[in-house]
C-alpha cells in the first residue's frame, strides 16, 4: 500500500494497463472480471475485487463501496468493455462533466454513432438497424451491393458480413441469426451481440489515427497505415508512420478531429479507423480509447511517445498536455503470423526474432498440435512481430521477412500430407 496516495478505481484491463496506472503513484482499486485475473493483477493491485464489470448493476455497489472505504477519488478504464461503466460512474459520483457516461456509450454503440453524426450532418453512408430479413433487401435496393453488416457492439472484426448481392442476403440473414443474442466466442468473451447495423460499403485504403484529447483539444499523435484485404475482416498488419503525402494526411486528420469533436469527445486516447474513399474520407468506427495490435507499441519506436503514459496519466492529473503533434523519429510495424487451416505441425523461428534490437515484440500463439482456424476476423490470426527501423518503408519490408520466412509455422491441411508455411 502507498502511504497517502490517492485512490482509483480501474475497470477491468491487462497487466499492462495495470503497470501504467500503478506508474502513476496511485492506490489502485481494481474491478476485474473472474475470467481476466492474472497472477500479475494479484499482487500488482492494491485492492482486487472480482466482479463482472461490463454489468452495471453489479458494478455499482462495489464501486461505491470502493469510494467510502478505500476513498477513490477517481475512475478510468483502458479498456473496451469497461469504458462506459468508467464514464457513467465518473458522471455519479461529480467527477466529471456529467456527460461522459453518454458519450462513452455513443462512442462504443456502432448505431448510436452513426445516428449521432447523422443528426450532425455528418453520417458520412449510408445506415439503418438490421429489423428483420426484409430490411436487408430494403437496404441493399436503396444503398447498393457490397454493404456491410456489422454487430453493434463487439469489437476486433468479430460478427462483419459482407453482403455480396441479392443472391446472398439468404446466407447473411442466417448468419445474423447465429451470432444474435451470443457472446463473442474468442478473443475477449465479455461481450454479447444484441443488434446489427448495415453500412455502405466503403472502397479505399483504411488508416486509423490515434489521438490524445485534453480539455476538447485533440491533438494527432500518429496516422496508422493498415495492411487489409478486402476478402476478409482480419487486419493484417499497421505501420506508423503512414506512407501519405502532406495533403491526404491532412484531410484524414482534418476529418477525425471534426469528428471527435461532433461526439463530444473532450479527454483521453482516441483510436479512429478511417477509409480514405472516392469522395474523400469516411469514419468507419472510433473507440475512446488507445489502439490495440501492437499500436501503442508502434508509436512509442516511431515517436518516443508512450500513449498508455497518457492514457493513465491524463485523468489523474499526472502527466502535463501534450502541447503539439510529435514528429516521427523512424518508422514501425506490425505484421501478424497468419498460415492457412489446419493442425500445427512445427513451430520455429520465434526466438531467434526476439533476440534481435530491431524487434519490438514478437508472440506466437499455436504450438504443435493446436488448429489454426479460417482466417475471419483479428482474432484468427496467430501471432505478430513489431519491428522499428529508419522509415515506414523498411519497417514494412523488415516485418514481411520475418513473418513470412525467420518464423516457421509448420500447418498439416486436414485431409492432406504437411506443408511447411
Known sequence: MLSNAPAVLLIGGTDSHLDHVKKQGVYVVLLQHPDKISAYQTRTADVLLMVDYTDWDTVLPYAEAARAVH?????????????????????????SDGRRGEVSRRMRDKHLMRAHLAAHGAAGV??????????????????????????????????LIRAAGPDDLDRVWERIGQLHGQRTDRGSTLFKVTGFLMESYVAGP????????????????????????DTHFAELGHAVPARLDPDRRAVLTTAVTEFLTVMGVTDGPGHTEIRLGADGPVVIESHNRLGGGQIPELVEAAYGINLYTYAAGWPLGTV?????????????????????????????????????????????????????????????????????????????????????R????DVEPAGASGRKG
Open 406 to 409: 525467420t518464423i516457421r509455422v
Open 126 to 159: 449510408d445506415f439503418a438497424p438490421v429489423t428483420d430479413r426484409e430490411s436487408l433487401d430494403a437496404f441493399g435496393a436503396r444503398a447498393g451491393f457490397p454493404f456491410i453488416v456489422k454487430p453493434t457492439d463487439t469489437t476486433a472484426g468479430f460478427g
Open 71 to 95: 476513498g477513490c477519488e477517481k475512475v478510468l478504464s483502458l479498456t473496451e468493455g469497461g469504458l462506459t461503466n468508467a464514464a457513467r460512474l465518473a458522471d455519479l459520483f461529480g467527477w
Open 320 to 404: 502535463d498536455e501534450l502541447t503539439a503533434e510529435p514528429a516521427p523519429l523512424g518508422g514501425a510495424c506490425t505484421r501478424f503470423v497468419l498460415r492457412d487451416p489446419g493442425t500445427v505441425t512445427a513451430v520455429a523461428g520465434v526466438e531467434q526474432v526476439a533476440a534481435r534490437p530491431d524487434v519490438v515484440n514478437v508472440s506466437v500463439s499455436v504450438k504443435a498440435g493446436d488448429t489454426v482456424r479460417p482466417l475471419r476476423d483479428n482474432w484468427d490470426r496467430i501471432g505478430f512481430v513489431a519491428v522499428r527501423a529508419e522509415d515506414t518503408d523498411a519497417a514494412v519490408r523488415l516485418c514481411e521477412e520475418l513473418t513470412s
Open 206 to 229: 483504411e488508416f486509423s489515427v490515434e489521438t490524445l484529447s485534453f480539455h476538447g483539444r485533440h491533438v494527432v499523435v500518429a496516422v496508422t497505415e493498415k495492411l487489409t484485404d
